[in-house]
């Protein structure tokens, strides 16, 4: 059984532009949650969708959003990219809310 | 501020050693889970445990839920157990997945 997929790996961006991160949840899982990862503050939650809809959303700026489509593959996207948005960002799947969480690899973001 | 602490935040220990992390948190919780990750940054879901103790393999994690304490042991060590593990709660007035993480515990066993 495959395991969760983000796509790209690697991603290099300057300020100013916009980016689109993508997340292939196991199959079956119906839950995909989005976190970011920084030497500074860690390890943060971004937002969580179930069946289509944002369920739950961290405290992040307005520039973070994200979607799931209807094979639950998710999408996050982050606008005006800042030096600061440079992190790790993870994406875990889960068959429900009160299941373990599986992690993909994450995509290392970097801003020049 | 619903807060979670880890202890120690780094580690080092022999190969063949037993090993503690703590983990402790403010409020009640749903569900409590110990990560792992290795250099590069994936990260590997140990376990997700409410009450009482798991094991699996040479690793255990036991949680009490009056003291809002949990450990991961780690029995007879090796170096290929080197990694930074995560401990991360789900808040009982949280609804969905969303968890909130500890700092981390840097852990190296040496050969």
């Known amino acids: 059984k495959a395991g969760v997929t983000q796509t790209p790996r690697y991603l290099i961006k300057t300020r100013g532009q916009q980016v689109t991160l993508s997340c292939s949840p196991i199959?079956?899982?119906?839950?995909v949650s989005w976190y970011q990862q920084t030497p500074g503050q860690g390890l943060q939650f971004l937002f969580e969708y179930f069946s289509e809809t944002q369920r739950n959303k961290g405290n992040f700026p307005g520039r973070f959003s994200g979607r799931q489509f209807s094979n639950s593959r998710s999408e996050m996207n982050v606008s005006t990219l800042e030096l600061g948005d440079s992190a790790l960002y993870l994406c875990?799947?889960?068959?429900?809310?009160?299941?373990?969480?599986?992690f993909g690899d994450g995509t290392r973001l970097s801003i020049l | 501020k619903n807060e979670v602490e880890q202890s120690p935040q780094n580690l080092t220990a022999q190969e063949g050693e037993f090993i503690t992390i703590n983990c402790s948190y403010s409020?009640?919780?749903?569900?409590l889970h110990w990560l792992q990750q290795h250099p590069g940054g994936g990260i590997v879901s140990l376990f997700m445990l409410s009450s009482g103790k798991k094991k699996h393999g040479r690793l255990i994690a036991t949680i009490n839920i009056q003291e809002k304490h949990s450990s991961l042991h780690i029995t007879a060590s090796h170096p290929r157990d080197s990694a930074v593990y995560i401990c991360a709660v789900r808040w009982w007035e949280t609804s969905g997945s969303r968890l909130t993480f500890g700092e981390g515990t840097q852990l190296t066993v040496n050969p």
């Open positions: 199959s079956g899982h119906r839950s």
């Open positions: 409020v009640g919780i749903s569900a």
């Open positions: 875990a799947s889960s068959l429900n809310w009160d299941q373990p969480q599986h």
